[in-house]
């Protein structure tokens, strides 16, 4: 069975712009949650979306937001990017059900970099 | 608030045992997980705990858990120069169990 798949791996944009990250779950998983790492805050959580709703979300701005389409892929978005966006953006699925499940699956991340 | 530690770095000889530990704030953790980190790679989950539970084998790998003082730890037998990694503490509670709080994570090197 495939993995959790995300595109692209790697990603320079330029202050200002915004940012469209994909993700694909593993066959089968409904949920798709989004993480942030970078070196200074580690390891923090966006939001998380089941059944094409957003189920929870994190601490961050709202220039970040993202969408789960009916076949469960997922994007998430980033708009007016700032120096402090550059991260490595981790995308995570589980089969999930009328609750959440705590068994989550990563991808291998996007590389952002802002200029 | 929800709050995850961990040390930064653990260095060990290959064959030994490795100890990771982690303390975590949350009462309400229901769900406790290890996850390992590879360079250039996302998080490989390797194990989980309840919080109902004190302890959890998989082959080489040994989670204690110590409810009372909110204390995990992670054993690693027999360690490999394959096993080095960054290893990462971390919890959520039943009620928001896919909002993954994370320590800042273990660096563990491999002497030979």
């Known amino acids: 069975k495939a993995g959790v798949t995300q595109t692209p791996r790697y990603l320079i944009k330029t202050r200002g712009q915004q940012v469209t990250l994909s993700c694909s779950p593993i066959?089968?998983?409904?949920?798709v949650s989004w993480y942030q790492q970078t070196p200074g805050q580690g390891l923090q959580f966006l939001f998380e979306?089941?059944?094409?709703?957003?189920?929870n979300k994190g601490n961050f701005p709202g220039r970040f937001s993202g969408r789960q389409f009916s076949n469960s892929r997922s994007e998430m978005n980033v708009s007016t990017l700032e120096l402090g966006d550059s991260a490595l953006y981790l995308c995570a699925s589980s089969i999930a059900s009328d609750r959440a499940s705590y068994e989550q699956y990563f991808g291998p991340g996007t590389r952002l970099t802002v200029t | 608030g929800e709050d995850v530690e961990q040390s930064l770095f653990l260095s060990v000889r290959e064959g030994d045992s490795s100890v990771i530990n982690c303390t975590y704030t949350?009462?309400?953790?229901?769900?406790l997980y290890w996850y390992k980190q590879e360079p250039g790679a996302g998080l490989q989950l390797l194990t989980y705990i309840f919080s109902n539970m004190d302890m959890k084998q998989d082959q080489r790998l040994t989670v204690l858990l110590n409810k009372k003082d909110k204390h995990l730890s992670l054993r690693i037998a027999d360690t490999q120069t394959g096993d080095s990694a960054i290893y990462f503490c971390a919890e959520s509670s039943y009620s928001s169990a896919s909002k993954i709080i994370f320590g800042s994570g273990t660096r563990l090197s491999i002497r030979p």
């Open positions: 066959s089968g998983h409904r949920s």
């Open positions: 979306y089941f059944s094409e709703t957003q189920r």
């Open positions: 949350d009462s309400s953790s229901t769900y």
